[in-house]
Nanobody, 124 residues
Framework: VQLQASGGGLVQAGGSLRLSCAAS????????MGWFRQVPGKEREFVAA????????LYADFLEGRFTISRENAKNTAYLQMNSLKPEDTAVYYC??????????????????WGKGTLVTVSS
């Protein structure tokens, strides 16, 4: 499956952005979807994941409920709605896909398929 993330940009602290991840090449609904982020010089970190059906989600503890992952299988697209953004959310955000259940994935090691990232910059 091929993935393409978009929707990044510059936003002021407290603002919102919605990232999109368009998938192609395979049946989108067969894949769990995830979002990760990385700041240059730092390790990649898990942000959120969504099961095949969208009925089960996982979030990183540091989000404190500010982000929401979702998907539209009919459009082969996953989303990450980011609210109450903070300067420390500045990073390159990557979407990822995996054929496994999110209950079995160790997100520290990532997922099977990756898209190119989209840069999110939050100014103070």
């Amino acid at each position: 499956v091929q993935l393409q993330a978009s929707g990044g940009g510059l936003v002021q602290a407290g603002g919102s952005l919605r990232l999109s991840c368009a998938a192609s090449g395979r049946t989108f609904s067969n894949y769990a979807m995830g979002w990760f982020r990385q700041v240059p010089g730092k390790e990649r970190e898990f942000v959120a994941a969504d099961s095949w059906s969208g009925g089960s989600t996982l979030y990183a503890d540091f989000l404190e409920g500010r982000f929401t992952i979702s998907r539209e299988n009919a459009k082969n697209t996953a989303y990450l709605q980011m609210n109450s953004l903070k300067p420390e959310d500045t990073a390159v955000y990557y979407c990822a896909a995996d054929r496994r259940s999110i209950a079995t994935i160790d997100f520290y090691y990532g997922m099977e398929y990756w898209g190119k990232g989209t840069l999110v910059t939050v100014s103070s």
